[in-house]
């Protein structure tokens, strides 16, 4: 297995990333349609996606694959009943992404603090207008979800003097954040914090978690930061306690539908921001992401265990309960 078969899905009209850094470690081919995808299938078992929304696994099959790297750190792609039922290995690119998400959290909550946007807008109007703006120091922050991301951006925030506590899907303590509530705790403690942030996966339990419902145990005036998946949050009800001026404002930097169509009335609305899934993308990360999966590659062709393996039966769809997100 001196230079294994790696089929690379890339996505159509986008630049390749920088694959001549695998071109010493294996035979690559790139595909961006069916077509492509399954006249390169025969004799390959490493897969490299690049283009995490791809569609192709749905739509083709993982034929005779036995790896998936994926470029991002979600695996929503790779959430099919063949793949989670097969013995295929399914990577992630975890180490790239994670610390400029938590920035960007980190960001636009000073945005919020200190009302940025309206500074903008006045200075666009060549008003002098005196304000005064909250401060960030001791702000409380529920950060839902502790993976890779949401452990970042909880000690991120706390480094910045904000009093930060964390939701996953089971209560437990964990030795570098502390106490982690569960799912159950979840509506007790919206009512108690300023800024909700998700970091959360796309599962059948967290789809449309936060709702209508939801969104009124919210503390009133409270904002909401979504850099896991746009679906864990249902947009209409979003814009309706926005409207209602139950929720204070948001930062969406994931949809329910990417891109967003340009005419979503998300565009237009001052009390959020609208990111186009780039949080997590600092100059040069498609770079990084290559050389990931190649170091994932080289342990590969050297029979040694892989790095940041992701157990999708752990996220299986049918093994989650949704009684949460219905209430």
Sequence with gaps: MSRPKVMVIVQEGRPLPPLERLEAEAEVSVVRTADEFRDAQPGTEILFLNDFRTKLLREVGPGELCWIHTSSIGVDSLMTREIIDSDIVVSNSRGVCERPIAEWVLGVLLMFTKDLRRTIELQQARTWQHRETQPLLGRKVLVVGPGPVGRETVLLLRAAGMDVDIVGRSARN?????????FDDLDRLLGNVDDVVLTLPLTEETRGLFNSSRFRKMQPGARLVNVGRGAVVVEQDLMDSLDSGHVGGAALD????????????LWGRRDILVSPHASGDLIGWRGEVVDCFARNLRRWKAHEPLKDVVDLKKLDPSASVTAQKRT
């Design 174 to 182: 964990d030795s570098q954040l502390g106490q982690i509530s569960g």
């Design 254 to 265: 994931v949809f329910e539908h990417e891109p967003l169509d340009a005419a979503n009335p």
